[in-house]
């Protein structure tokens, strides 16, 4: 007992020390921004070496914050930063795949989710050429993500097209060419129904036009018929009135 007292004493103000020395979120994604915007201008400067060490020192700082706060709400923006730094200005794409696939699976209902499970399918199948492993994750990816709920995302719709290219070994020209022929067949069969539909209204208005004409003939002929039966026929005799 005494023992456990000598300790607690002696750890207490190493565990207070260590408390008090944590950086906060705020802090710790500063630090991580700044670092980031050195490392931008070094590659601007063509400083390569150089800014290639300072995008790796973005991505420990980053790391260290997910160590500190896992379960932070800003954990899987800091997973995707990670990710796109892999991608972007290190090459990476092995690791860039690897934390894409933790974001997915530790904050599978955030937003960064479904980019994440985009991208992996995406990298397999551009940088890596690994068309097998793209298919996979494209339709992963469609089965979570059938459609697109935010119009202006588009991924859903991008990773069917996708996915059709592979399953098809075509380009992606050849399926925008095949799309406006598409366009232009319907547009064609529209304007062909307009054109048929128009003859049909002109045939409608001459069998109308026709019929309204042999009404007025009829009448007219009727009128006549009865003009000329009220006149007083050959060898009728006149009677003239009679006087009073």
Do not use: W
């Not at 705020?26 to 070496?49: C, H, I, S, V």
């Not at 955030?110 to 991208?119: D, L, P």
């Not at 304007?191 to 309204?212: A, M, P, Q, R, W």
Request: aromatic share 8%.
């Amino acid at each position: 007992m005494q023992k456990l007292k000598f300790l607690l004493i002696i750890l207490l103000p190493v565990l207070m020390l260590v408390s008090c020395s944590k950086e906060s979120e705020e802090t710790m994604l500063l630090n991580a921004k700044n670092k980031m915007e050195e490392a931008k201008k070094l590659d601007t400067e063509n400083k390569t070496e150089e800014a290639k060490k300072a995008y790796t020192e973005v991505i420990e700082l980053y790391k260290k914050f997910l160590t500190e706060y896992p379960s932070s709400q800003k954990a899987p923006e800091v997973y995707s930063n990670i990710a796109k730094i892999y991608v972007d200005n290190l090459r990476d794409y092995n690791n860039a795949i690897k934390y894409y696939e933790e974001l997915s699976q530790k904050f599978p209902s955030s937003k960064e989710s479904k980019y994440g499970m985009f991208m992996v399918a995406f990298i397999y199948d551009e940088m890596l050429k690994n068309k097998d492993k793209a298919k996979e994750n494209y339709k992963k990816f469609l089965d979570k993500y059938p459609k697109d709920e935010d119009a202006n995302e588009k991924m859903s719709e991008s990773a069917r097209m996708m996915l059709q290219m592979l399953d098809e070994n075509r380009s992606i020209e050849d399926i925008i060419k095949n799309t406006q022929k598409d366009s232009v067949k319907s547009e064609s069969k529209e304007e062909t129904k307009k054109d048929d539909s128009k003859k049909d209204d002109k045939k409608i208005e001459d069998i109308n036009s026709k019929d309204l004409n042999n009404k007025d003939q009829n009448t007219k002929d009727q009128n006549s018929k009865e003009k000329n039966d009220n006149k007083p026929k050959d060898g009728d005799e006149k009677v003239p009135p009679q006087k009073k």
